[in-house]
């Protein structure tokens, strides 16, 4: 098999179809180096910075490839992109995309020349302080927006400024000041708190890259019965991403539950037996287990049943018949509570305050909390307690010791003054 090699320099690949990972953007043609797939049409899919993309027309016939840089027509001027696609797959992108039959579809200049490239850099290298000095200028003029990215065109006529609000800005007087300040062309485009995370990325509570900086391009609303669905537990700060809203994740396996729990018997049936009546405490869908407690407001002898039983419990509690256990053979199951699995896995489990262990406390013989009570009253009143010294004690001790250094120093005195006097003795003076 050829060898093929990306504009890129990123090495050998088996497939011209296979670029480089590029988040959102990503696309595989699957059709590439199959005969006669890229002579179906001329169109040209082109992205562009951040979520961009375009669908430009090859007039020219310029035998274009996945990952070559061209420069293609703008309005105004031009722009720099990257062809991500090529051939048949081109216009089931198109139909994808619910482009209209009468929108303009523009034009491929040529591939990306290198004075083309150093003008897109230098514009590009404008993007950051830009950014800075347009949200300066937003606070300055009350605006309650954010400005969350700034994308310059490729020969640096035009920049897009996205921004974040909560409801509709009147920004007219603010593309005027950012015209006469960055003197381009100015193009406003409000985008949601997911887009944002998105553009600027992270790792999700799983480990792994953001969702929506990697695949996902359109956003769905994530509503909170998607939680109650799945048994999770009604905490924001377990159930919201970096985006502060709801986790897109929660939809990946909402239907799988809903049609579950479609088998389930009702909450709110309470089941009878001989001995006790049993109110639903909860329920594990994908282990298809329900767990049943006496009381209604805590777990109070809990019995964990199948929820086939649980059906055929409340088909004879309709006939009138009560059995005499919630079990088949007459033994109840798991009459244990189980523990929380979301309690566990918590980000809170660290928070937890453990007790601390008193191992210097004092003990007596009887060792209990009387005893102890005792040692303290005999301590504030000089007394030690058994086998101990008492402070009073201790210090007549300390000045009987000082007194007697104190004699012991007279005495070391005398003995010098003699060994002093024996010495001049014995060597006697000239005179």
């Known amino acids: 098999m050829k060898d093929y090699i990306l ?18 953007l990503n696309s595989y043609n699957y059709l590439e180096g199959v005969p006669g797939s890229g002579d179906d049409t001329d169109y040209v899919e082109v992205q562009f910075k951040n979520t961009r993309k ?12 996945k990952g070559d840089v061209v420069a293609v027509e703008a309005n105004p001027g031009h722009d720099i992109g990257t062809v991500s696609m090529t051939g048949r797959l081109v216009l089931l992108q198109m139909k994808k995309a619910r482009l209209k039959p009468d929108v303009e579809i523009k034009r491929i200049y040529r591939k990306a020349r290198q004075v083309d490239l150093e003008k897109y850099e230098e514009a590009k290298s404008r993007e950051h302080d830009t950014m800075i000095r347009s949200r300066q200028i937003a606070k300055n003029l009350g605006l309650e927006m954010k400005i969350g990215d700034v994308e310059y065109q490729g020969d640096g006529g035009k920049a897009i400024f996205y921004y974040i609000a909560d409801g509709r800005v009147d920004f007219r007087q603010l593309i005027k000041v950012l015209a006469e300040a960055f003197r381009v062309r100015i193009e406003m485009k409000q985008i949601g708190a997911r887009q944002e995370a998105g553009r600027i990325g992270g790792i999700g509570p799983c480990g792994r890259e953001l969702c929506c900086a990697t695949w996902m391009t359109s956003f769905i ?21 970096q985006c502060a809203k709801l986790k897109c994740c929660l939809n990946y396996e909402v239907d799988a539950y809903v049609e579950v729990q479609k088998h389930f018997p009702s909450r709110d049936i309470d089941l009878e ?34 929820a086939d039983r649980a059906m055929e419990v409340i088909s004879l509690n309709k006939k009138g018949i009560k059995p005499r256990s919630l079990s088949e053979d007459g033994a109840e199951l798991d009459t244990f509570p189980k523990a929380d699995i979301l309690d566990e896995e918590g980000l809170t489990r660290f928070d937890r305050k453990k007790k601390k262990k008193h191992r210097n406390r004092p003990r007596s013989e009887s060792g209990g909390p009387l005893a102890v009570d005792a040692q303290k009253n005999k301590k504030k009143e000089g007394k030690a307690p058994e086998g101990r010294t008492s402070i009073t004690e201790e210090r007549q001790r300390n000045s009987n010791y000082r007194g007697n250094s104190n004699n012991h120093s007279d005495v070391n005195e005398k003995v010098k003054k003699e060994d002093a006097g024996d010495r001049v003795s014995e060597y006697p003076s000239k005179n």
């Not at 504009?7 to 959102?24: A, D, E, F, L, P």
């Open 7 to 24: 504009n890129t320099g990123s090495g050998g690949i088996s497939c011209k179809g296979c670029s480089r990972h590029v988040g959102q």
């Open 54 to 65: 375009g669908f430009f027309l090859n007039s020219n016939k310029l035998p274009l490839e």
């Open 221 to 241: 609303s994530v509503s909170t019965g998607a939680a109650r669905f799945q048994d999770l537990s009604m905490n924001p700060q377990k159930l919201a991403g």
């Open 273 to 306: 037996t001989q001995d006790n009546t049993y109110h639903f405490f909860k329920a594990d869908i994908l282990a298809r287990q329900i767990s049943y407690s006496t009381d209604k407001v805590f777990a109070a002898n809990l019995v964990t049943i199948p």
